[in-house]
């Protein structure tokens, strides 16, 4: 991992301009549980390790993004696509991981029409409402409008995902189907140890 993945909220506070890249870009810790308020069975924890930024390209021209995605045996990402993303979702190690496609129309509703995707290479066509299986050491290419659900497939045990993509911006670029949306109300309760990127804002004072 980078040095500003084990940074705490000190570090943050002291940190100069030339970091200011990972503040922009929104690099570093994120966790969700997309507004389910049951993190366990509904949720993710993220790094982002690279990325460009959508509305400043001149300055970050980087095209491409990469995270490290954890779930939890048995969690979810409930279903979503995305507008301008395209990724390849690789399971890097641990349980499988579980892919339940669906085609969507211009207004971001299902539709039952298949849908194509390409797994290691492999171009394959599925139906709508189809569950893919992705081992460890496989990969599936997902593309904007194609919604997703991904599970770690239960008993397996936890799932690594690497995420490499198009530049990100879960800001304006994510279709939910059913829920509240990516970023939840945090309660803060304690002081943070580590921070997360939405964090950044209020730890992290440029000059």
């Known amino acids: 991992m980078p040095s500003f993945a084990s ?4 570090d943050w506070m002291k940190a100069g301009t030339e970091y200011r890249e990972i503040v922009d870009n929104m690099l570093g810790w994120d966790i969700t549980d997309f507004g389910s308020n049951d993190f ?3 949720g993710l924890l993220i790094f982002t390790y690279r990325n460009g930024n959508l509305a400043n390209k001149a300055k ?5 993004a990469e995270k490290l995605l954890l779930v939890d045996d048995g969690q979810e990402l409930p279903y979503h696509f995305h507008w301008k993303k395209m990724e390849d979702i690789i399971n890097r190690g641990g349980g ?4 339940e496609m669906h085609s969507s129309d211009k207004n971001g509703e299902f539709t039952e029409d298949p849908v194509t995707i390409t797994i290691d290479g492999q171009a394959k066509t599925v139906q709508s409402g189809d569950v893919l299986r992705i ?5 599936i290419c997902l593309l904007p409008g194609q919604y997703h659900r991904l599970i770690g497939e239960p008993g397996t ?3 690594m995902l690497f995420e490499v993509s198009s530049t990100n911006d879960d800001t304006v670029d994510n279709r939910f189907h059913a829920v509240s949306g ?9 002081d943070p140890t580590y921070l997360i990127f939405k964090d950044y804002a209020k730890y992290v004072k440029f000059e």
């Open 60 to 64: 970050y021209p980087k095209p491409y």
């Open 40 to 42: 366990e069975k509904v």
């Open 7 to 10: 940074w705490k909220k000190e």
């Open 96 to 99: 499988n991981l579980l892919v």
């Open 182 to 190: 990516r970023f939840p109300n945090i309660e803060e309760d304690v």
């Open 157 to 159: 045990g936890k799932v």
């Open 135 to 139: 081992k460890p050491g496989e990969s």
